[in-house]
T-cell receptor, first 114, second 113 residues
Framework: DAGVIQSPRHEVTEMGQEVTLRCKPISGHDYLFWYRQTMMRGLELLIYFNNNVPIDDSGMPEDRFSAKMPNASFSTLKIQPSEPRDSAVYFC????????????FGQGTRLTVV | TQLLEQSPQFLSIQEGENLTVYCNSSSVFSSLQWYRQEPGEGPVLLVTVVTGGEVKKLKRLTFQFGDARKDSSLHITAAQPGDTGLYLCAGVDRGSTLGRLYFGRGTQLTVWP
């Protein structure tokens, strides 16, 4: 397996534009997590899914953020409209729980909103 | 409010020195994990500790889980430049069956040659 795949690796966009981040989890993993990492706040959990169903989205900053998981092999995180304070590295991770304890992370998407 | 507090936040040492970083919480976890993150990459799991008082060794790294399963420490002996990175602890909520991981903010370690 190629691991968790995220795209794009880097995204630069203007304030007000829509941004879509993509994630392909490891095949067979039933949990998918979206995290945001900044120097100030560290690694924050935004939302996570179990078997494609959102379980907890309490970490989503506001209504501008939305996430979907239409099937077991694909998830998106959308920001509309984007703001400069959304600039961060966004990570997707997948896990097979409870049989597997390790969370496997993608390489992240570095988002810059100017 | 962070569920897991890590200290120190930054650590800069010379090659060959020993160091300890800490991960503390007021909550009990069913297990606790340590990850290392290098620049431009996602975190990668180093170890999982499950039993209170458990000690695990990974070459020069020693991990300990507190007896009450609320805290953990990572000790590195004779640090090397390759140990440089962000060390993150993550706890699995004891009361949760839903697989959520809570992460600390991490300790940024720099080892100078």
């Amino acid at each position: 397996d190629a691991g968790v795949i995220q795209s794009p690796r880097h995204e630069v966009t203007e304030m007000g534009q829509e941004v879509t981040l993509r994630c392909k989890p490891i095949s067979g993993h039933d949990y998918l997590f979206w995290y945001r990492q900044t120097m100030m706040r560290g690694l924050e959990l935004l939302i996570y899914f179990n078997n494609n169903v959102p379980i907890d989205d309490s970490g989503m900053p506001e209504d501008r953020f939305s996430a979907k998981m239409p099937n077991a092999s694909f998830s998106t995180l959308k920001i509309q409209p984007s703001e400069p304070r959304d600039s961060a590295v966004y990570f997707c991770a997948s896990r097979q729980f409870p049989t597997g304890v390790e969370a496997f992370f993608g390489q992240g998407t570095r988002l810059t909103v100017v | 409010t962070q569920l897991l507090e890590q200290s120190p936040q930054f650590l800069s040492i010379q090659e060959g020195e020993n160091l300890t970083v800490y991960c503390n919480s007021s909550s009990v976890f069913s297990s606790l994990q340590w990850y290392r993150q290098e620049p431009g990459e996602g975190p990668v799991l180093l170890v999982t500790v499950v039993t209170g008082g458990e000690v695990k060794k990974l070459k020069r790294l020693t991990f300990q889980f507190g007896d009450a399963r609320k805290d953990s420490s990572l000790h590195i002996t004779a640090a090397q430049p390759g140990d440089t990175g962000l060390y993150l602890c993550a706890g699995v909520d004891r009361g949760s069956t839903l697989g959520r991981l809570y992460f600390g903010r991490g300790t940024q370690l720099t080892v100078w040659p």
